[in-house]
């Protein structure tokens, strides 16, 4: 199983069809806590760590899944449904977003990392990679999808998707080299 | 799985990559803020099929024996003389059945006795809560058989579904009571509620 599709756990298809038949809110807001943990993480990544879009996009994708709830034919997990819907509702937000001067990592000479954590300079330096790079590198390297996997859920090639994690790895490997000296300069 | 190892990424920060892969919590305000808009679109309904909390049976039972006392004391005598059916609205049961499942709920009781009270207060206010009555845990059932009668005694905990108590209503329809009675805490907190029209003969 992937890191980043959450399987059904045994009692999500009961459930489900308990929810179809009686469309009980007891039932939904068990669903809801059994899975938008990973979907709200997966949308902080996909976003850059922006809460309020991140909780926003989670609840549309909640709507939508329950709109088309009765239609689906559990040919994949659960789980990974709901991230399918989320993936897409995160895109259209990219788009959406007014874009912020977001910091060239091709220019900016090292983030100043106020910490030497490095999970914490990864998040850093992820959410400041361009919109598609970042899409593909949390799809590909922090929830395990494959290039095919991704190429179908992002709607582009599949020599998209590699050049696009070449280029998110890169500047990543950049920042944070960057990083590591400066936090080295600050040891000195 | 991933079908190629990387070629610009050392192996310990794609290790701490894959780490970042988990669960966060958002706002607690956010699965409320969901459950508005289903319902607003008509994609979830309140109080049918709604099993996520449970009281055990001694709190519900505190709880309805506070409910029937406030009732009580606020509201006299309950026990209404029956309206026109002809005219008036039509009266119906609640007839509040508990079932024997034991969950912890993590609401405190105080604020479970509060719902009921706020619920029954306010049908009150509006005239339409008539009356009711909590029933004590002892049962008993009496039966015919070849051999004579046959009287049965037992206690509330013996059973998977038992009557706890009834609320009387007045409403002008079926679908009006049935509205009033989804919006009963009762199921809310694992009870379900079996609403039968009174007739008059």
Redesign the interface.
Known sequence: M???SMASTPEDRPLVE??I??????????L??RH???M???A??LLGGM?EE??EV??DT??RA??RLDTFAWRSALGTWLIAILINRCREQIRMRVRREMPNLEIVEGGKSPTWD??GD??RA?AQLPDGAREV?VL?????F??SEIAERLGIQQGTSKSQL?RA??K??HF?SDTTRNNNERRA | ???EP????PP???E????????????AD??D???R???E?D???????????RVPTSIFSTAAAVIFFVIGFGFGSLEQPPTDPWVDDAQYLLVLLETQAVVETGIPESELIDEYSEWATALGEEGMLLGGKKLEDGIRLLRQSPGGLIVESSKITDHETAIGGYFMIQAGSYDEATQIAASCPHL?YGGSIELRKIEHL
């Open positions: 992937k890191r980043g308990e929810f038949k009686t469309r009980g809110e007891g039932e939904f807001r068990l809801y806590r938008t943990p990973r709200y993480a997966m902080m990544r809460k991140a909780e989670v609840q909640w709507v329950i709109e490095l999970q990864l998040e992820i590198l590909h390297d922090v929830a395990g494959t290039h070449s790895r890169a990543l490997r944070l | 799985m991933n079908e990387s070629k610009e990424l310990e920060i794609l701490a990559l894959r780490t970042l892969c988990g669960e966060q919590t958002p706002h956010l699965e803020k969901t459950v808009v289903l319902r679109k994609l979830i309904r309140t109080g049918i099929g709604v099993r996520f909390r809310k």
